[in-house]
């Protein structure tokens, strides 16, 4: 059982920057592969960014492509999501989720998710 708690969520300025951390517990971190997705209101989960266990290979979709990195310490058990130049339609719940398998996009992969962290963009 892994357990998953996100921070660094908040209020910012479009064109600002947050950081999002997600902690695990267990010992296991480091062979797992760890996602960021985002639920805007009234929107679907959406996949924003992957990475692999040993931090070899990310992903992301296009809207995150260029202003988002993800990144991880396996030393810490946390991985992170730099985000830059936010906009308002960033607005949304964002989750980190862990994975036994493969990196990929799909929500459905990934075994393990946390509670989520607000990110609200302002205009």
């Known amino acids: 059982q892994v357990q998953l708690v996100e921070s660094g969520g908040g209020l910012v300025q479009a064109g600002g920057s947050l950081r999002l951390s997600c902690t695990a517990s267990?010992?296991?971190?480091?062979?797992?592969?760890m996602g960021w997705f985002r639920q805007a209101p009234g929107k679907e989960r959406e996949f924003v960014a992957t990475?692999?266990?040993?931090?070899?290979?990310?992903y992301y979709l296009d809207f995150a492509k260029g202003r988002f990195t993800i990144s991880r310490d396996n030393a810490k058990n946390t991985v992170y999501l730099q985000m830059n130049s936010l906009k308002p339609e960033d607005t949304a719940v964002y989750y980190c989720?862990?994975?036994?398998?493969?990196?990929?996009?799909?929500?459905?992969?990934?075994?393990?998710w946390g509670q989520g962290t607000q990110v609200t963009v302002s205009s």
């Open positions: 990475i692999s266990w040993s931090g070899g290979r990310t």
């Open positions: 267990g010992r296991t971190f480091s062979t797992y592969t």
């Open positions: 989720a862990a994975s036994y398998g493969a990196p990929s996009y799909l929500g459905a992969s990934y075994d393990y």
